[in-house]
């Protein structure tokens, strides 16, 4: 597509409940990026996929997250058990081919408010 | 682990006046990617630097990365109301390859 889209927009749910944000990246765009962005805060690094491979998720917080990318192309996060803690703004970027110097095109986020 | 900070956490400036903001990383990058973050919005690609000292410019906005690629600097001449948001730095590990993005600046212009 013409941008990175993100779906939902907004989701809110209760706590202890079970949430998938899905991300459709550029087409063409080989590398995927999620971050979680706080209110005032920068965005905070979760994960990235270079193909359907997970090349980095060291910034997944706890094993409540997981992401998945199974054709190389849409991406799913994962988050199992929310918590209030959760809640933010989970940002989708892509890029072209290694992530070595290439720029993130950046979605519209999901905000997610735990209650 | 990798750390980027940025000074300062928000800026008021009056139309007219220069900003300045500055980025400095816990590790040494092998380059430096800006962003512009308007209220409400995402992140958006500003200018990317990779050179030890190198020196940009767009229009108004003048990047700096400097010798040691540890820390880096953008200036705004004559600030806009357009120019109103917060700017992010985002250093790329060396290591790690990892896009890690500063603590922001928030930038506020009055008429």
């Known amino acids: 597509g013409a941008g990175v889209s993100q779906t939902p927009s907004n989701k809110v749910t209760e706590k202890g409940k079970y949430v998938e944000l899905r991300c459709d990246p550029i087409s063409g765009h080989t590398a995927l990026y999620w971050y979680r962005q706080s209110l005032g805060q920068g965005p905070e690094f979760l994960i990235y996929?270079?193909?359907?491979?997970?090349?980095?998720d060291s910034g997944l917080p706890n094993d409540r997250f997981f992401a998945v990318r199974p054709e190389g192309s849409v991406s799913t996060l994962k988050i199992q058990r929310t918590e209030r803690g959760d809640s933010a703004v989970y940002l989708c970027?892509?890029?072209?081919?290694?992530?070595?110097?290439?720029?993130?095109?950046f979605g519209a986020g999901s905000r997610l408010t735990v209650l | 682990g990798q750390q980027v900070m940025q000074i300062p956490q928000y800026q008021h400036v009056q139309e007219g006046e220069d900003f300045t903001t500055y980025c400095n990383s816990s590790t040494t990058l092998s380059n430096i990617q800006w962003y512009k973050q308007r209220p409400g919005g995402h992140p958006v690609f500003l200018i990317q630097l990779v050179k030890s000292g190198e020196v940009k410019k767009q229009k108004r906005l003048t990047f700096q990365f400097g010798e040691a690629k540890k820390n880096s600097s953008l200036h705004i001449t004559a600030t806009q109301t357009t120019d109103v948001g917060t700017y992010f730095c985002a250093g790329r590990d060396g290591a790690t390859n990892k896009l890690i993005f500063g603590t922001g600046t928030l930038l506020a212009v009055q008429p």
């Open positions: 996929f270079q193909g359907t491979g997970a090349a980095d």
């Open positions: 970027a892509s890029s072209r081919g290694s992530p070595v110097g290439n720029v993130l095109t």
